[in-house]
T-cell receptor, first 116, second 119 residues
C-alpha cells in the first residue's frame, strides 16, 4: 500500500532562510508525487508535481522539489523564505490498485512558520 | 474562473440535524472527491466518484452519504449530525485516471471548504 510521511509537523525559519520540508513515500510502482499548499481558511493549491522525466521539478512561488528514487524522497525547498510562504504544506502520492485507484494519499502536513 | 465551488462556507448544526453540503465544478472533470480535514490528521477521503452515476467509499465514509447529481455536482449529506463530524470539508475534482496501474498524474483541484460545527 502507498503511504506518505512528512517529517516534522511544524517547521520554523527566518525570513530569507532556506526552506526545507521533508517528504518520504512508499510505493511499489514508480510514483506520481505532488506538493500542495494551504493558506489559512483556503483550500489546497497545487505547488508542483512529479510524473516522469526530470527529477528536479519547479513549481510556483519559487518552490522546487527533487524526486530521489533511491531515498524514496520528494523534499520541497525554497532558497529564501518570504513571510507570505507561511502556510500548511501537504505531500501526496497517487494511489493505485483496487482500493486506491484514482485517489491521492496525503501526508499529515507540515506547518511552515516564517519569522521576521 | 470559478473552478470548484462549495456551499455553504460555514454552518452550525445541532446534534441529530441533517444537512447537505454542495459542490460544483466547471472544469468538465469526471472524478470528484469529498475530504474532511481535522487537526493533526491531514486530509481523509470520505467518498469518491469516478464518473456520473458512480460513487465509492473512502477511508471514513460512516455517517455520510453522497450523490453525484450530474457531471458537475457532487453533494455530501449528513443524515444525523454528530459532534465527531465537526470538521472542515473539502470537495475536489480531477481529470480522468491514467496509467496502467490505475494511478493518475493529474492533480486534484480543491474548493475553499465548508467549516461545519456540530453542537
Amino acid at each position: 500500500a502507498q503511504s506518505v510521511t512528512q517529517l516534522g509537523s511544524h517547521v520554523s525559519v527566518s525570513e530569507g532562510a532556506l526552506v526545507l520540508l521533508r517528504c518520504n513515500y512508499s510505493s511499489s510502482v514508480p510514483p506520481y508525487l505532488f506538493w500542495y499548499v494551504q493558506y489559512p481558511n483556503q483550500g489546497l493549491q497545487l505547488l508542483l508535481k512529479y510524473t516522469t522525466g526530470a527529477t528536479l521539478v519547479k513549481g510556483i512561488n519559487g518552490f522546487e522539489a527533487e524526486f530521489k528514487k533511491s531515498e524514496t524522497s520528494f523534499h520541497l525547498t525554497k532558497p529564501s523564505a518570504h513571510m507570505s510562504d507561511a502556510a500548511e504544506y501537504f505531500c501526496a502520492v497517487s494511489g493505485f490498485g483496487s482500493s486506491n485507484t484514482g485517489k491521492l494519499i496525503f501526508g499529515q502536513g507540515t506547518t511552515l512558520q516564517v519569522k521576521p | 474562473n470559478a473552478g470548484v465551488t462549495q456551499t455553504p462556507k460555514f454552518q452550525v448544526l445541532k446534534t441529530g440535524q441533517s444537512m447537505t453540503l454542495q459542490c460544483a465544478q466547471d472544469m468538465n472533470h469526471n472524478s470528484m472527491y469529498w475530504y474532511r480535514q481535522d487537526p493533526g490528521m491531514g486530509l481523509r477521503l470520505i467518498y469518491y466518484s469516478a464518473s456520473e452515476g458512480t460513487t465509492d467509499k473512502g477511508e471514513v465514509p460512516n455517517g455520510y452519504n453522497v450523490s453525484r447529481l450530474n457531471k458537475r455536482e457532487f453533494s455530501l449529506r449528513l443524515e444525523s449530525a454528530a459532534p465527531s463530524q465537526t470538521s472542515v470539508y473539502f470537495c475536489a475534482s480531477s481529470e480522468d485516471v491514467v496509467g496502467a496501474a490505475g494511478d493518475s498524474n493529474q492533480p486534484q483541484h480543491f474548493g475553499d471548504g465548508t467549516r461545519l460545527s456540530i453542537l
